[in-house]
């Protein structure tokens, strides 16, 4: 049986004018979230800017996640970090403020081996007294984790629960779910293989999409659980729509910001390096959110 199931979703850090934690906007988000029916919350993902934060900065975020949402919602926090000493010091802090779960990608400045790698989790899962997720994200990382490392991981520390894969190859999540079937939990990673990975049999997804349109995420989980199939591939046609443009086609920190703020969400720009997108961009996350019905 699957630990986590559903959607969740990888939440943007709000910032003020002068780029700190909007505190206030980041404490409505919680419930916005959980009110539109996502499954929990992923702290500190690369939607929420982790690598852009400070330490305390990522203790915060997590701290006024934890006290707004309700205890029965699970809230995965990430703890990727370039060493394994400082994954697991922050990883032992989240956990000690209520985190139920640990997200915990690759070291993605030097480009660790399959040995490295394994040796990387390995330490942390022996280390840490909490359920700990691997983040494959090639995207950002630059790697993918290797398939036989992961089921090596699994076999070896039953506190590597699970894997939010972002490769977006869904041969990929098929050799995952065969190898590993129901004794691990099976995460999508990027909105627009969600529908297709769960019918492989992967157990729910955790996207950047989320933040956007969250009600459809939810709508799509669904229909899928309803099996009305018709139903879902509708759904899944329009969050890829959104995928395409505000995920892949500009920086995605930028443009999941731009069309939270046209939602209504007062969520601030995203912090430097980078930068608002011009006019020609907004306009066309604009057009994006109204093709997709929620704008």
């Not at 995420?217 to 199939?229: I, N, P, T, Y």
């Not at 018709?230 to 329009?238: T, Y």
């Amino acid at each position: 049986m699957p630990m986590l199931e559903g959607v969740f979703v990888p939440h943007i850090t709000p910032f003020d004018e002068n780029e700190n934690i909007n505190e206030p906007v980041l404490r409505e988000l919680v419930h916005y979230f959980i009110s539109s029916g996502l499954n929990g919350l992923v702290s500190l993902g690369s939607n929420g800017e982790f690598p852009y934060l400070s330490f305390e900065e990522k203790l915060s975020v997590v701290e006024i996640v934890r006290e707004e949402a309700p205890s029965k919602i699970p809230v995965v926090a990430g703890a990727t970090e370039n060493s394994t000493r400082e994954a697991l010091r922050l990883g032992k802090a989240l956990l000690d403020l209520g985190a139920n779960f640990l997200l915990i990608g690759p070291p993605y400045y030097f480009k660790p081996s399959s040995e490295e790698l394994f040796a990387h989790y390995s330490t942390l899962a022996d280390k840490l007294d909490g359920k700990i997720l691997l983040y494959n994200v090639p995207k950002f990382a630059g790697l993918n984790i290797p398939i036989e490392v992961i089921e090596r991981l699994a076999e070896e520390h039953s506190n590597i629960i699970g894997i939010k894969d972002s490769d977006a190859n869904m041969g990929r999540i098929g050799e995952l779910v065969r190898g590993l079937g129901d004794r691990f939990t099976i995460l999508a990673g990027t909105a627009d293989v969600m529908y297709p990975s769960w019918v492989l049999g992967a157990q729910g997804a955790v996207v950047a999409v989320a933040n956007v349109a969250p009600e459809l995420c939810v709508e799509l989980w669904k229909a899928f659980k309803e099996k009305d199939h018709r139903k879902a591939r509708e759904l899944q046609l329009k969050v890829n729509l959104l995928n395409e443009v505000v995920v892949k086609k500009y920086n995605q920190i930028s443009a999941i910001k731009a069309a939270m703020e046209m939602r209504g969400l007062a969520v601030g720009k995203p912090r430097l390096p980078s930068l608002s997108l011009g006019e020609t961009a907004l306009e066309d996350i604009r057009e994006a959110l109204k093709t997709a019905g929620v704008l």
